[in-house]
């Protein structure tokens, strides 16, 4: 069954600390694997994505992704985090061919100063 | 591009009544989706259409719902009748048949009192 598990809800990080969350998929064809931020009261946002090549991936807002194909793993970092980083985080993978992506159930990110 | 389009941004509305919520995808996108976002249930897909064919609604809670899209440029969700468990924010979302990211919409806050 294709799936995304984001293993945590919330997390709290202090500002100017370093971030790392969670993404593990279940996908039988080649994955495309994305990370979203959803700002209250906004939509969804692409921070980056993978789709090939480079296993590490860069993406806005200083964030980077590095994709373990032998670990089902699509983490998502950020060696400093601003209190502008507070938000909703989204892991989705998807189809090379299109389709629907299937969305992680996202984990709730607090900076305290 | 406006990017995808949604109206309204936010409805409140009377249990038993109609609601139709609008979506204009990216010109050129093949493939959109309804997806609906609670506090409970995180960011569901409701149903998703390629090339203005609907493709899967397993996502559909119910007979009260339907969606259509008539066109490559317009998509409705409609609601009838309405119950308060329906408050939510739907989103719609639309992605190309490369297999890129899906881009997403503002939201629709949906209340239903």
């Known amino acids: 069954a294709q799936s995304v598990t984001q293993p945590d809800i919330h997390i709290t990080v202090s500002e100017g600390a370093s971030l790392e969350l969670r993404c593990n998929y279940s996908?039988?064809?080649?994955?495309?694997l994305f990370w979203y931020v959803q700002s209250p009261g906004q939509g969804l946002q692409l921070l980056l994505k993978?789709?090939?090549?480079?296993?590490l991936v860069q993406g806005i807002k200083g964030f980077e992704a590095e994709f373990k194909r032998s670990q089902s793993s699509f983490n998502l970092r950020k060696p400093s985090v601003h209190w502008s980083d507070a938000a909703e985080y989204f892991c989705?993978?998807?189809?090379?061919?299109?389709?629907?992506?299937?969305f992680g159930q996202g984990t709730e990110l607090s900076v305290k100063p | 591009d406006a990017g995808v389009i949604q109206s309204p941004r936010h409805e409140v509305t009377e249990m038993g009544q109609e609601v139709t919520l609008r979506c204009k995808p990216i010109?050129?996108?093949?493939?959109l989706f309804w997806y609906r976002q609670t506090m409970m249930r995180g960011l569901e897909l409701l149903i998703y259409?390629?090339?203005?064919?609907?493709?899967?609604d397993s996502g559909m809670p119910e007979d009260r719902f339907s969606a259509k899209m008539p066109n490559a440029s317009f998509s409705t969700l409609k609601i009838q009748p309405s119950e308060p468990r329906d408050s939510a924010v739907y989103f719609c979302?639309?992605?190309?048949?490369?297999?890129?990211?899906?881009?997403f919409g503002q939201g629709t806050r949906l209340t239903v009192v």
């Open positions: 979302a639309s992605r190309d048949r490369g297999g890129t990211e899906a881009f």
């Open positions: 996908y039988g064809a080649t994955p495309y």
């Open positions: 993978y789709f090939s090549g480079d296993t």
């Open positions: 989705a993978v998807g189809s090379n061919q299109g389709g629907k992506l299937i």
């Open positions: 010109s050129g996108h093949d493939y």
């Open positions: 259409f390629n090339n203005n064919v609907p493709i899967d």
